[in-house]
């Protein structure tokens, strides 16, 4: 019987952005460097908040290995690995600039060349921020930055942001096998080899429309007379109920300063083979 026992240590450090140019969206939070922000837009220095994908931390990854000889021509073998990764660095060009530092859109409709914050067909004028008055580079919780005007960016949609909570990848490996030999020049192996990983990095919606709320608004009944009823992509547009209540869209949990957002969080699992 033999004991194969191991330990891999690694220091994960990623790239952080010179200039803090990577914001994040916290719920609740107020940013201490840009004053003005919108709630939950927050930024690194801001309290919990890094200057990158995920802060550097130090991981152990251990490794087992057994071998058994039950007989002269049967043996059992088994393993045990963790093994961790980074998250691909390319995800910076999924990150880009977000308010104050630039503009990230999608059009719900197929918009004008000329004018592509507004849907050619129906008018619909998303915002119009240009041209964008870029601040200094220098912002940070001991150097705040109190005069943005984020009121161009009201309705902002198409983020992706990082989620403050990442955290690294890391697979695990295992396998078993069972070998006998049958005659001087046959053996016989049977196998079982599989892995799970764990924190992988995936792109999801961080401000959705609520599914129950939309329903409850596309009844003609709980509006007020002659507004607008919910329905597809209508996540962020102003109702009145029937009691005189305005609502200003059913996104949530950023509410309407924000559109359709994302996370980049590493929250993904997989497993081969797949039970």
Partial sequence: LTFNLGVRYELLEYWSEKYNQIPAMVVGQQSQ????????????????????????GNRFA????VAYAVTPKTSIRAGYGIFYSVIQGNTIG??????PYGLSYSSQAPPLFAQPFIAAATGQEHLQPYPIDFPPLNATVNYPNPNINYAPYVGQAGMTEPAPWNTYPYNESFFFSIERQLQRNTVVNLSYVGSEAHHLLLVYSNNPGNPALCLYLSNPANVAPGTATCGPFAESAIYTTASGQTIYGTRGPFGYNYGNDDYEGSIGNSAFPRA
């Avoid at 460097?33 to 550097?56: E, M, Q, S, W």
């Avoid at 999924?94 to 308010?99: A, C, F, H, N």
């Fill in 33 to 56: 460097v840009y004053p003005t922000a919108f709630p939950g837009l927050v930024y690194p220095t801001d309290k919990g908040i890094p200057p990158t994908l995920v802060p550097f």
């Fill in 62 to 65: 251990p490794r087992l290995g």
């Fill in 94 to 99: 999924v990150d880009e600039p977000q308010p």
